[in-house]
């Protein structure tokens, strides 16, 4: 299944390919703060629809994530990182960027980003 998301404003506009069959709800700082409730996926299974490199990007901690966030309206839909567990690369969607998803459906698994 194909889905499609954005930021509020559309800056940043992407689709991503692959069953949602859960959410992943993270209390690190920053997932904390911005509310984001997330479903990971492979690289090559995200697109991003709109302009490459349109986006700010947030970098703490150890660096190795990619915090994307829209310069103009603020939301951050989604962050790239490499898989520890396999070394390839890996893309975080805030599923409250996508609008076909019924987060209400899906089980959450909470996640002690915090303690890492």
Do not use: W
Not at 74 to 103: K, Y
Not at 108 to 115: K, N, P, Q
Request: with cysteine; charged share 20%; glycine share 8%.
């Amino acid at each position: 299944m194909v889905h499609a998301g954005s930021c509020h404003c559309g800056r940043i506009a992407f689709t991503v390919e692959g069953e949602v069959s859960q959410a992943i709800d993270c209390n690190c700082s920053m997932c904390r703060r911005r509310g984001s409730v997330l479903a990971f996926f492979p690289r090559e299974a995200f697109t991003l629809t709109s302009k490459e490199g349109d986006y700010g990007t947030y970098r703490f901690n150890t660096g190795r994530i990619a915090h994307h966030f829209c310069p103009d309206c603020g939301v951050a839909p989604f962050s790239e990182a490499i898989d520890p567990r396999n070394g390839q690369p890996t893309v975080a969607v805030n599923l409250r960027c996508v609008a076909d998803i019924d987060l209400a459906a899906l089980p959450v698994h909470h996640f002690d980003g915090a303690s890492l």
